[in-house]
T-cell receptor, first 115, second 110 residues
Framework: DTAVSQTPKYLVTQMGNDKSIKCEQN?????MYWYKQDSKKFLKIMFSYNNKELIINETVPNRFSPKSPDKAHLNLHINSLELGDSAVYFCASSRPAGGRAGELFFGEGSRLTVL | DAKTTQPTSMDCAEGRAANLPCNHS???????VYWYRQIHSQGPQYIIH???NNETNEMASLIITEDRKSSTLILPHATLRDTAVYYCTVERDSSYKLIFGSGTRLLVRP
């Protein structure tokens, strides 16, 4: 069983469209994350939810809206897609302990290409 | 948040130890050091973490200098499957944020 699964793995779309990426974890973790990896391979945190509550929002354009219907799911919706949104988006989860994130388990990534 | 600096690339022979350095000279007292690796376009994989003391697990050892301004990840017997980009990152207590740098591309040669 895949611990953190993302769908779709690949997404090709036109500028201006709206798209969503879904993430599910079966590890029983309380905290989930979205990271963006650009073409230069830098990994940047975008959002984090703890028990369905937003705890990190890293100056991401408000075209990006995360939604956590329950602890096991964190979806990412992107409105009005732009060329610069092309990247690989990674979902992750962890069980925080002692005020720290703990070990993050990452999904396999969703490669978004905006034409 | 502390920044990390790593060499862009390194290589080592299969079966030998791979020592990957990381500089985090601006680290503060409550920031942990984490190491992750990313094997060709897969999701990053946790390796090890530490605060002050050296740590060892089944994958690797982490040596943190006494002043905590740098650390070294040691893969004791590198295999071809260890070829990957290795990221050294830090997390401030209670922030839940891992700040990833550009990583070191390790190539293990047969």
């Amino acid at each position: 069983d895949t611990a953190v699964s993302q769908t779709p793995k690949y997404l090709v779309t036109q500028m201006g469209n709206d798209k969503s990426i879904k993430c599910e974890q079966n590890l029983g973790h309380d905290t989930m994350y979205w990271y963006k990896q650009d073409s230069k391979k830098f990994l940047k945190i975008m959002f984090s939810y703890n028990n369905k509550e937003l705890i990190i929002n890293e100056t991401v354009p408000n075209r990006f809206s995360p939604k956590s219907p329950d602890k096991a799911h964190l979806n990412l919706h992107i409105n009005s897609l732009e060329l610069g949104d092309s990247a690989v988006y990674f979902c992750a989860s962890s069980r925080p302990a002692g005020g720290r994130a703990g070990e993050l388990f990452f999904g396999e990534g969703s490669r978004l290409t905006v034409l | 948040d502390a920044k990390t600096t790593q060499p862009t690339s390194m290589d080592c022979a299969e079966g030998r130890a791979a020592n990957l350095p990381c500089n985090h000279s601006t680290i503060s007292g409550n920031e942990y050091v984490y190491w992750y690796r990313q094997i060709h376009s897969q999701g990053p994989q946790y390796i090890i973490h530490g605060l002050k003391n050296n740590e060892t697990n089944e994958m690797a050892s982490l040596i943190i200098t006494e002043d905590r301004k740098s650390s070294t990840l040691i893969l004791p017997h590198a295999t071809l499957r260890d070829t990957a980009v290795y990221y050294c990152t830090v997390e401030r207590d209670s922030s839940y944020k891992l700040i990833f740098g550009s990583g070191t591309r390790l190539l293990v040669r047969p």
